[in-house]
């Protein structure tokens, strides 16, 4: 069993308006958003970047730092004066539980309170083997990650915990709602489930959210690190994430925030319609969808049929080769060698992604379309046949300034979109009013409002 620290000492109900006012959480919230996104160092960079008044930014501050949410030290250069201490959050204070669940793949992590990634482990598993075998194992390795930290630093408040699934997730429960390749996990309460395990608030996403996530804080850092902090804005983007590997999704990204919709289904491209796939039957029970037609598992299909009957040489030599048979990873790479079957058919998947994006594109109005996923974020051919279909079927004005790019958060950017699920509803206006009072949300298992 992992070494779990006693449940911090205070309230345990929701704390109401009487306790902390509205303007008080809401500049507490403003203050902390901006030093842990490395927007503001000091009070004046606060001051500047949030328009609140000075006092108000001492006293907020001054609060902030008593309740250990966040730490001065050293001194930032002076403009004139005596130099201003630099803030930063306390991010040795608690970590955070991920895990982004594949459909065969179990990828479980812990992060500081700074989202950075301490440390990780991953193995394949079945998300068809139902909630309980995949739970009891995300568990017993969450608990043998705490049990590594223990060990080098003592034990670590849980302040929470953040998972994605390969299926539709209706965010305010946590549940999933009906994944196609997720047999027995419909309606399962896998928030309920984990926050009685560690104690903690726990939220749920789809996996393709927090890939989108992921993709947002490894922007905002590649950003911060060619500029001095402070010096520009956190520059958030209206971005488009499309996931394509096995299956197809897209996440919706507005100023920097993540759009969910009503119910947490918002982006859920895979299962629209395809030109030309009528006769295709999807997973899902319907025909002609997107992924039935573009993704990964169709391109697998035919690639295996092209190197079974002998179109394609190349594939038939990586087939064999491949101790699990052809993949998307096999298929990219004849493509990449110049086989001419395989060329044919990635520019075929990502000129169908293109067009059901375009007309995204010209509702969303992104400023930047992003690749990610097997298939996305590891084809230049796929994305130069995404970008020519987009720019085919969309507005002129919705394109003339679109950047059209693969992902930059690298292998496994469910791990940081996961932490940055946690970490941005606990230290929003919500959550901050619930366990401001009592220091920390370890202990408490409240969960979104």
Avoid at 190 to 203: F, K, M, N, Q
Avoid at 333 to 340: I, V
Avoid at 402 to 420: K, T
């Amino acid at each position: 069993m992992p070494t779990i620290p006693p449940r911090a000492e205070g309230p345990v109900g929701p704390v109401g308006p009487a306790d902390l006012p509205d303007d008080l959480v809401d500049g507490l919230v403003a203050v902390l958003d901006l030093v842990r996104r490395g927007v503001a160092r000091t009070r004046p960079e606060v001051v500047r970047a949030s328009g609140l008044g000075r006092s108000v930014v001492a006293g907020r501050v001054a609060r902030l730092l008593e309740l250990g949410v966040l730490d001065e030290h050293g001194t930032a250069p002076s403009s004139g004066g005596r130099a201003p201490r630099e803030l930063a959050l306390r991010h040795d204070a608690g970590v955070v539980l991920v895990a982004p669940l594949g459909a065969s793949r179990l990828t479980v992590g812990v992060t500081d309170l700074a989202g950075t990634l301490l440390a990780s482990l991953d193995e394949p598993a079945s998300i068809a083997d139902g909630p309980g075998p995949v739970l009891d194992r995300v568990d017993e390795l969450f608990a043998r990650l705490l049990d590594g930290l223990a060990a080098e630093r003592g034990p670590v408040p849980v302040w929470g915990v953040g998972v994605g699934l390969p299926g539709p997730v209706e965010f305010l429960s946590g549940r999933p709602n009906r994944p196609p390749i997720m047999p027995g996990w419909d309606d399962a309460d896998v928030r309920a489930r984990l926050s009685e395990r560690w104690d903690a608030p726990t939220w749920v996403d789809n996996d393709v959210n927090l890939m989108a996530l992921g993709e947002v804080v490894a922007r905002r850092h590649a950003r911060q690190g060619r500029a001095p902090l402070g010096d520009r804005p956190d520059q958030p983007e209206d971005m488009l994430f499309v996931k394509v590997g096995t299956g197809i999704g897209a996440g919706l990204v507005a100023r920097g925030r993540l759009l969910r919709g009503a119910h947490g289904c918002a982006g859920d491209i895979g299962h629209v319609e395809a030109p030309g796939g009528a006769d295709v039957v999807c997973r899902c029970g319907n025909t002609g969808c997107l992924e039935a037609v573009a993704g990964g598992a169709a391109l697998v299909r035919r690639a295996a049929e092209m190197a079974a009957d002998g179109t394609s040489p190349a594939l038939a030599r990586l087939a064999a080769a491949a101790p699990g048979g052809l993949g998307v990873e096999e298929v990219v790479r004849a493509a990449q060698e110049g086989d001419r079957t395989s060329v044919e058919m990635v520019q075929a998947s990502g000129h169908l992604v293109g067009q059901v994006l375009a007309t995204l594109v010209n509702f969303f109005d992104p400023g930047l379309l992003v690749l990610g996923g097997r298939l996305g974020a590891g084809s230049d051919l796929l994305l130069a046949s995404v970008r020519q279909g987009v720019y085919q079927r969309s507005l002129p004005l919705a394109t003339r300034d679109l950047r059209v790019e693969s992902a930059a958060a690298g292998d496994d950017p469910g791990l940081a979109g996961a932490a940055a699920m946690v970490l941005d509803e606990l230290f929003g206006r919500e959550q901050l009013r619930r366990w401001l009072p009592q220091g920390s949300p370890s202990g408490r298992r409240a969960t979104a409002a």
